[in-house]
Each structure stands twice: as structure tokens, then as C-alpha cells.
């Protein structure tokens, strides 16, 4: 029997929390995106750990969108956002926006006004920065915080209504400029944007801030535990002081560390850079950390939880970055079990059995998964003019190589053993054709010749063969930490992050594969079928490699 997973400091809290009535028992929480790009692998964990506490607890999850800025959302990145979410596997109990709060919103601005909580600001974004001083200097008030509230009413009520250029005005809380904590020294609640959203339209000119959106929309959707990452510790005393003093539910914030991935880059800024100037083929390119590109890469909902949920804990330790190994860890431990084995030659030489009958083809039996008895079996036809790797020759071998070569002997995978006696080369002396001799008896499923051979070989018929295209995709970035060097962060990008093999040989029956299907090929690594694949080209995207060939390359650096 299996011990039970100990609870995390979140889950700790909501044991105490529901024990003790607070909310009457309840657990209600949320996921907040803004909807201005894609989705990433560290959002899965935010998404895992929110949905997971609710489902723990018997509890519901919110899906809001965070859509306060009307300039950088779009509802391309709403629908991609909610596709994600549903492909992970869970879903919502309420789908919820911001902006369906503008009006309460603005209510809740008008409330703190009337309270002298509050004051139009005439000042610059760079004046008020400068107004602010700094953690060890003192804030000074600008000469709009002694406004009376009938002016800031008057003034707040013409800002809705247009009356002033973005950037002209702001809406301010009073609070402490001499707070050591920089986010409450008058903290900035609405701005003027004259931008059409993708939902009020036209309706609005101002739109709050996201620390005056935020907690108060969490209150009115009552959720009772608002979970979010470290960075977000400053932000609470600014959470608690609107909720306190507009007398609205106390929601309550609580806080862990978003983890970051190895050489990659996990900033929606930058992932939007990378895009917008043709780094990668766009945000569901399967180089990027977006659920998408991991998605059309290979990777499955189930090993990215797998990463989120097991791998790695909830934690409080700030910057804690996460190994790439561990997530292709987590999808070759599950492609091991679940993908057929198949095979493929992505760089062909020719192999001719001469002592096979010419024209002859032989159907073997293959099993589609040694690690899955259900999973059945196929057939492979098999000929006397074969394509295998061109690694799997050398022309003079050294020893303790168990390919093929001058006078050696190598299995041919669920075929028959056969020995090298002569090559041929081009003009260019590279080997176009081998020849070599099988050994009649040697038949995998009936071997009776005795014969010991230490190396096993993938092959593809010529003459029934089919061909693809192979995306060999590997890190996008050198760097292990590419937002932590020196210079541009785009300066590390990988060069050899992506290999084109166009036109790789595969067996006939990959004919049959669909957008979305996994598969081994044989001593190559994960493969899965790409969108891109049509009636007349089939596409695969190798997923990951059979080992971690990095752990090699990063060992040599020592």
C-alpha cells in the first residue's frame, strides 16, 4: 500500500481553513490569465495547483480573464487559453471576464472618492515615479492629493466620459507615501486608454489597474482562497487595504513559486518577441514552452501534470528553476508505455541481399509495443533491397563497433541476421549500396542457426517504402538561463534547434496516421504526426530523443 502524499503549506492552510467553517467550509478558487498570448508550461502549473486544490476539496474553480487592457487582448488568446485549460484536463465552473465588473468597478472607485481614499491625478507617469522616491526616501504628495473629493468626483466622472487624452489623467488611492512597501504609495487604480476592447467595444476610456481589478473581482465572485505566485507578496497589503476598506467579501490572497524552465524563456514578452520576429513559426511552434507548441511537439496533457502535480512541489523558495530533462523525463517514461514502435530511416544507404530471392516480399509479424500486450501486432514486408541509417555502416570500423562492416554480422530487426561481403562508393566516395548475405535459418520468430550477434538494425523495404518529412526539433536556447545572461536574450538562440529531413523513408503502415498520433521509431526517438501533414505528405515531429543526449553535452563542460 502506497503511503499518502503529504500536504503542501497551501493545502495545509484549506485543511485548517474548511476544519474550522471559514466560509462555511468552502473552497472557491480561480485562474486569472490576461488574455494577451499563449499559454506556457509554467501557467500548467498555476492552472494544476488551482484546479487541483478545488477538486481536493470539493470545492469549484473560476476561469476569468484579466481583460483590463484593451490594447494587447485579443479573443484568439481567450479561445487558445480556454482550448489549453480543457486540454489538461479540467474544467471550469464559472467562465468569468474583468471587464464584466466595470461597472461595479467603477462603483468601488467612486466609493473610495467619496471616503477621500482616493484622488484624480494631473502628474506624468515619469513624475509621479520620480514623486515616489525610492524604498529608503519618502514619497511627496503632488499638489492633486489635496484635491477636494467633490473636484475628484467631477474630474473621475469626466475621465469616464473622455473628456481627457491617455496619459492626461489617473485615478490614485491616498495612501502612505512614506510606506517602505513602494506599492502603497498611492498606487495607481485606473488609467485612460481610448482603444476599443474585445468585449465592452467602445463602452469605456478608462480601465482599473490590475491590483485595483484584481482582489475586488475575486471578492465578488466570493473566492475564498486566491492563489498566485511570490511575486505577488508586495501586492497583498494592497489586496487586503481596497477589500477592507470598501466592506466587500475578504477574499484572501496566498502565495507560491512559479517555477521556470531550463533553456527556454517563460516571459510572455519575450515569447511574443520570438514570434513577432520569426524566431519560431509562430506561438504553437513545438520549439516554444506554450501548452500549444508542447502539444503539436508530442507532449501529452498527462506528462506535463505529471511534471506539475508530481515532479515538482508547491513551494515558497523564490526562482526555482525547473530541469528541461525532467519534463522529457516525464514524457518518455509515459511514451515508453503507450506509443507503437515503428520504423524509420532518416538517412538512407542502400542494402542488397543478394542471396534473397529478387522480387520476393516476406510479411513479418511485429509486436506493436513490448510494453503493451493489448496493443497488438502488425505486419512488415520485407524484401531484398532495404534502406538503413548511413551511421550504421563504417567502411573501416573500429572494435567493439556491432554494426555493419567489412566482414560483420548485425540482426536485422524482426528479419533475419545478414553479413557485409562488399560496398560500393560514388565518384565522391561516399558508400552508396551494401551488400551482404542472410543466413536462411536466422528468422527472428524462428531462429535455429546459433548464431550470436550483439547488434540489431531498423530497416525500411525500398520497394514498399513511403516517405516524410522529419522535423528534428531540439532546445530552442543554448543557455541554460538565456533571460539571465548578459546582452539580448535572443543572442543564445539555439542554431540547430531545428533540422529538416525531407524526405526520411518509413514503413507503409505509418500511411495511416493521423494528426496527433505518437510513435517510436526505432533507435531514433518520440515522434508524433504534425498538423501540417496532408494526403500527399505525411509530417512527424520528433517529441524527444530515446536518452537525454544533453546530460552527455553538459557533462563535457565540466
Not at 485562474?31 to 498570448?37: A, H, I, K, S, V
Not at 486544490?53 to 490594447?71: C, E, H, I, Q, S
Request: proline fraction near 6%; glycine fraction near 6%; charge should be negative.
Amino acid at each position: 500500500m502506497s503511503e499518502e502524499k503529504p500536504l503542501n503549506f497551501i493545502e495545509q492552510i484549506i485543511e485548517e481553513d474548511v476544519a474550522n467553517g471559514v466560509n462555511g467550509g468552502r473552497v472557491h478558487t480561480r485562474f486569472p490569465p490576461e488574455p494577451n498570448g499563449y499559454l506556457h508550461i509554467g501557467h500548467a502549473k498555476s492552472i494544476c495547483l488551482n484546479f487541483g486544490l478545488a477538486n481536493k476539496f470539493n470545492g469549484k474553480t473560476n476561469l476569468r480573464f484579466d481583460d483590463t487592457n484593451p490594447v494587447t487582448e485579443d479573443t484568439e488568446y481567450v479561445d487558445s487559453i480556454k482550448a489549453d485549460i480543457r486540454w489538461l484536463g479540467f474544467e471550469w465552473a464559472n467562465e468569468l471576464y474583468a471587464s464584466d465588473y466595470f461597472d461595479q468597478l467603477y462603483a468601488f472607485a467612486v466609493q473610495l472618492i467619496e471616503k477621500g481614499l482616493a484622488y484624480v491625478e494631473d502628474a506624468t507617469a515619469e513624475e509621479i515615479a520620480t514623486m515616489k522616491g525610492s524604498p529608503t526616501v519618502p514619497g511627496k504628495p503632488t499638489p492633486a492629493r489635496s484635491r477636494s473629493v467633490a473636484e475628484n468626483l467631477d474630474l473621475f466622472e469626466r475621465m469616464r466620459k473622455g473628456e481627457f487624452q491617455d496619459g492626461e489623467k489617473v485615478l490614485r488611492a491616498k495612501m502612505d507615501l512614506a510606506s517602505p512597501n513602494m506599492h502603497l504609495r498611492d498606487p495607481l487604480m485606473y488609467r485612460i486608454k481610448h482603444a476599443p476592447h474585445h468585449r465592452t467595444g467602445n463602452k469605456w476610456c478608462i480601465y482599473p489597474m490590475y491590483d485595483f481589478a484584481h482582489g475586488q473581482s475575486d471578492s465578488i465572485e466570493q473566492i475564498t482562497h486566491s492563489v498566485c505566485t511570490l511575486e505577488f507578496i508586495p501586492h497583498r497589503p494592497l489586496y487586503d487595504w481596497f477589500i477592507e476598506q470598501l466592506g466587500i467579501f475578504p477574499s484572501r490572497q496566498y502565495e507560491f513559486a512559479r517555477f521556470n524552465l531550463t533553456y527556454t524563456v517563460m516571459s510572455k514578452r519575450k515569447l511574443k518577441q520570438l514570434v513577432e520576429e520569426g524566431f519560431v513559426n509562430g506561438w504553437d511552434d513545438p520549439r516554444m514552452p506554450t501548452l500549444s507548441g508542447l502539444r503539436r511537439r508530442g507532449y501529452t496533457a498527462t506528462s506535463i501534470r505529471t511534471l506539475c502535480e508530481e515532479r515538482t512541489g508547491v513551494q515558497k523558495r523564490d526562482n526555482l528553476m525547473i530541469d528541461l530533462s525532467l519534463l522529457e523525463f516525464c514524457i518518455r517514461e509515459e511514451l515508453n508505455k503507450t506509443a507503437n514502435r515503428v520504423m524509420a530511416v532518416l538517412d538512407p544507404v542502400k542494402l542488397v541481399i543478394t542471396n534473397y530471392p529478387e522480387g520476393k516480399t516476406e510479411e513479418l509479424i511485429s509486436e506493436n509495443n513490448p510494453e503493451d500486450a493489448s496493443a497488438g501486432h502488425r505486419t512488415l514486408p520485407f524484401s531484398n533491397t532495404l534502406y538503413i541509417e548511413r551511421e550504421d555502416f563504417m567502411e573501416n570500423p573500429p572494435k567493439k563497433f556491432f554494426r555493419l562492416g567489412p566482414g560483420l554480422m548485425v540482426r536485422l530487426k524482426h528479419a533475419y541476421i545478414v553479413k557485409c561481403d562488399s560496398f560500393e562508393k560514388d565518384a565522391n566516395g561516399q558508400v552508396t549500396t551494401i551488400y551482404c548475405s542472410y543466413i536462411p535459418e536466422s528468422k527472428s520468430s524462428a531462429d535455429t542457426s546459433g548464431i550470436n550477434v550483439k547488434g540489431t538494425l531498423h530497416w525500411v523495404s525500398v520497394a514498399h517504402a513511403a516517405t516524410a518529412e522529419v522535423r528534428l526539433y531540439d532546445r530552442l536556447f543554448k543557455a541554460e538561463n538565456p533571460s539571465n545572461e548578459e546582452g539580448d536574450f535572443k543572442a543564445y538562440i539555439n542554431p540547430d534547434s531545428l533540422h529538416i529531413v525531407e524526405k526520411a523513408y518509413i514503413e507503409p503502415s505509418l500511411l495511416q496516421a493521423k494528426p496527433g498520433d505518437r510513435f517510436q521509431f526505432l533507435r531514433k526517438g518520440y515522434f508524433t504526426v504534425d498538423p501540417d501533414s496532408s494526403n500527399d505528405k505525411i509530417v512527424f515531429n520528433r517529441t524527444v530523443t530515446l536518452k537525454d543526449a544533453w546530460a552527455k553535452e553538459t557533462s563535457k563542460g565540466r
